[in-house]
């Protein structure tokens, strides 16, 4: 089976990057589940959006601050004018984008200097996105096919080895893009569609390929705590931005002590004001929406009300038992800013899974998105100006077994370690028992996918263990 391009991903920055390359392409998108079991899907808050050309200095300057300044500033200029191209494109499509007296609604998150983030039916705004580019798709979609191996030869990128539910296959195509997300499934608590399981990144490491700024981590500091599934359901920041506090047992709003922001604060920020705070003094945090009447809340936060009230919360009288979670990886797939994996000819990583350097460490809040179109669409513009074709090529299966009895519980100890010892607070002597348990586990008799997973793992620990210092979402209490 040969195509033109093989997307690895039906997100938003695989759906995209496939809006704009032709229908007379034989073009394949594989995904794992559901098309919309992805972070796309449920992502709340919005895109963030250059007000207009004036702001763009603005957004790259909130951009540069949220990541420390250790962001790549040329992605993120892509990024800011691109955001204008996406605007525009979003409308001539008929996306619907919430509007009050036919004015584009702008809201403001954490980190953004002014109200720039367009949101569609209130926090629907992922769901609403990944229906829309699933409406309008033109191309074969796969589901229930998970890429297992890339087929990789000195700097090419032959195909994939895929598992259906018909049994392993080898794709061939020309150009292959990954847009497999991000490392969710790494996580005791994470906020992640359970696809989310840094497949891609394990097999990139085992082709020796690059992963960079894994220690870049993101938590976001608003998930709801007492469900049983270990994908929390996040309350938007968008919620803090339009007035929502975070309180203690006694109702005492304690995140000014840390920022002068306070909820506005970027997310990192608030995330360890609230570990810190609670932890030192044994307090549980909650989000208070007093200032909101049940109606307003309804009406701009939809799903997160649905969502809310069916666990019983009752809005807005109802203190919220919330906690930080695993959201997003800054870190991923080192690519240049034409979206090449490194060292690669025709492979590409867009969106989540790749780090180009734009998020630097730390994700502005919103800026995701927006990342997944602006470069998604790069990678498809620098396929259509490509020539290459790699001719026939027959590449033996990869049998591995891909999931061995016990592997299941290992998972479980893998997410424990992450989650205590690689999560919001780090130190050298937890960093290291990490690191040891991954090593003995990768000693066992594992199945492919965990092992996978243990080789991102254990980048991940080594990437902390060589930032000595904190900086961005990386944070060293010892430091
Ligand atoms: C709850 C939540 C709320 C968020 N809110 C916002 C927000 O308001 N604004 C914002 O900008 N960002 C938000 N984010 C972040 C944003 O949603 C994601 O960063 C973005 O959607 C990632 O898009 P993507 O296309 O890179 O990956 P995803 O949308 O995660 O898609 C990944 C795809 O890869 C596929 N895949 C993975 N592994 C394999 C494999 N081995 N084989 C085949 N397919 C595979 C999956 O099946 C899936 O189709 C939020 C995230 C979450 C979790």
């Not at 895109?47 to 540069?64: E, F, V």
């Not at 195509?173 to 991000?182: D, E, K, R």
């Not at 976001?220 to 309350?235: G, W």
């Not at 180009?356 to 396929?383: D, P, Q, T």
């Amino acid at each position: 089976m040969k195509y033109d391009v093989i997307i690895i991903g039906a997100g938003v920055a695989g759906l995209y990057c496939a809006r704009f390359l032709p229908k007379n392409l034989k073009v394949l998108i594989l995904c794992k589940a559901q098309p919309w079991e992805c972070n796309t899907f449920y992502a709340q808050g919005g895109i963030t959006i250059a007000k207009n050309k004036d702001d763009i200095p603005l957004h790259i300057k909130d951009t540069l601050d949220a990541g420390s300044n250790i962001n790549n500033i040329d992605a993120i200029k892509i990024l800011s004018q691109g955001s204008l191209e996406v605007l525009d494109d979003l409308i001539s499509q008929n996306f619907l984008i919430d509007k009050e007296n036919n004015e584009i609604l702008f809201a403001k998150e954490g980190g953004h200097s002014i109200s720039r983030i367009i949101h569609s039916n209130g926090d629907g705004t992922g769901r609403m996105l990944h229906t829309h580019l699933i409406k309008n798709l033109q191309h074969t979609l796969w589901k229930n096919a998970i890429v297992i191996d890339l087929l990789i030869e000195d700097s090419r990128a032959y195909g994939v080895c895929v598992k259906t539910q018909k049994g392993l296959v080898n794709i061939y195509a020309n150009h292959i893009v990954i847009a497999s997300g991000g490392v969710g499934g790494l996580f005791k608590y994470h906020t992640n569609a359970y696809t989310i399981s840094s497949d891609l990144h394990g097999i990139i490491l085992e082709h020796h390929l690059e992963l960079k700024d894994m220690e870049m981590l993101q938590f976001h500091p608003t998930a709801y705590i007492n469900s049983t599934h270990a994908r929390k359901q996040l309350i938007s920041e968008a919620v803090r931005g339009d007035g929502g506090i975070i309180v203690d047992n006694h109702n005492k709003r304690f995140l000014f002590n840390y920022d002068k922001r306070g909820e506005l604060a970027p997310r990192d920020i608030v995330s360890r004001a609230i570990f810190d705070y609670c932890t030192k003094n044994n307090q549980q945090a909650f989000l208070d929406l007093h200032n909101f009447t049940q109606t307003q809340f309804e009406l701009r936060f939809p799903n997160i009300y649905r969502q809310l009230t069916s666990y019983g919360i009752k809005i807005p009288q109802d203190k919220i038992p919330i906690s930080p979670a695993f959201h997003y990886s800054m870190g991923g797939i080192a690519t240049d800013l034409n979206t090449k994996v490194i060292g690669m000819e025709n492979l590409y990583a867009i969106g989540e899974c790749a780090n180009n350097g734009v998020h630097g460490a730390n994700r502005l809040a919103s800026n995701s998105l927006l990342e997944g179109l602006v470069f998604g669409k790069i990678a498809a513009m620098n396929i259509l100006d490509s020539t290459l074709n790699i001719g026939e090529r027959n590449f033996p299966l990869n049998n591995e077994v891909l999931e061995k009895d016990g592997d299941e519980r290992l998972k479980n100890v893998l997410r424990d370690i992450m989650w205590n010892k690689v999560g919001i607070a780090r130190n050298q002597s937890g960093l290291d028992s990490a690191l040891g348990g991954i090593e003995v586990m990768l000693l066992g008799e594992i199945g492919r996918l965990l092992r996978l997973r243990l080789l991102v793992a254990k980048k991940i620990i080594t990437s902390a263990l060589n930032r000595k210092e904190s900086l961005g979402a990386h944070y060293r209490i010892d430091s």
